[in-house]
């Protein structure tokens, strides 16, 4: 079943814009929230990732917000380069069991 | 993070063939998951695989079509039997990090495509 809703499921951005994608999920005793960028022809890699206990976390031009009430979280790309073209996906976790979101295509227009 | 190695990286099936795809990683784990990414959509877990014990599927997953060896704390191998074009797909392997935070490092995936 679909825990973790993820939106939007493109999105185009202009070179030096801000990239916005949105996660919401279910399970309140989900404990880590991660996001993944994956490459045409390769496996995810992990991007940046937060505790319920922070809302927000910052490395680099990329910045997980947390808003634990509305159970969402959400990702934000700062001056958006064509090389963060990718796609992204959420996810949520406890122990061993990671949901992840349907994955957002993003494409950033030089 | 793990350094995590896949076999092979694709590979063109006939149906009702079977493929066995290995997941070598460089360091000692106790799970790895195996996940499948059907074409355009997101991950979903197939199953976990404990060293020494029998692998754990999930729903809608089962041994019979998807059996997984585990020899050892490093080695893992999926088998995808009696294939089907629906069962083109990428197959990644994943182990946790281990920080102990949670996070799912992967492979870079096999890309099966069945004719």
């Known amino acids: 079943q679909q825990q973790v809703k993820q939106s939007p499921q493109s999105l185009i951005v202009q070179k030096g814009g801000i990239s916005i994608i949105n996660c919401a999920y279910e399970?309140?005793?989900?404990?880590?929230f991660p996001w993944y960028q994956q490459f045409p022809g390769k496996g995810p890699a992990l991007l940046i990732a937060?505790?319920?206990?922070?809302s927000e976390k910052k490395e680099g031009r990329f910045t997980i917000s947390f808003n634990k009430s509305a159970k969402q979280f959400s990702l934000h790309i700062m001056d958006s380069q064509p090389g963060d073209s990718a796609t992204y996906f959420c996810?949520?976790?406890?122990?061993?069991?990671?949901?992840f979101g349907a994955g957002t295509r993003l494409t950033v227009k030089p | 993070s793990a350094v995590i190695s896949q076999k092979p990286s694709r590979d063109i099936c006939q149906r009702g063939t079977s493929l066995t795809i290995q997941c070598q990683v460089d360091?000692?784990?106790?799970?790895m998951f195996w996940y499948r990414q059907q074409p355009g959509q997101s991950l979903t877990l197939i199953a976990t695989?404990?060293?020494?014990?029998?692998?754990?599927?999930e729903s809608g997953f089962v041994i019979d079509k998807f059996p997984i060896s585990r020899p050892n704390l490093t080695f893992s191998t999926l088998t995808v039997s009696n294939m089907s074009p629906e069962d083109s797909s990428i197959y990644l392997c994943?182990?946790?990090?281990?920080?102990?935070?949670?996070?799912?490092?992967f492979g870079e995936g096999s890309r099966l495509t069945v004719l």
């Open positions: 937060i505790r319920p206990d922070v």
């Open positions: 360091s000692q784990v106790t799970m």
């Open positions: 994943s182990v946790k990090g281990a920080g102990g935070v949670g996070e799912l490092f």
């Open positions: 695989a404990n060293q020494g014990s029998e692998a754990t599927y």
């Open positions: 996810a949520a976790s406890m122990g061993n069991d990671m949901r």
């Open positions: 399970n309140t005793a989900f404990d880590y």
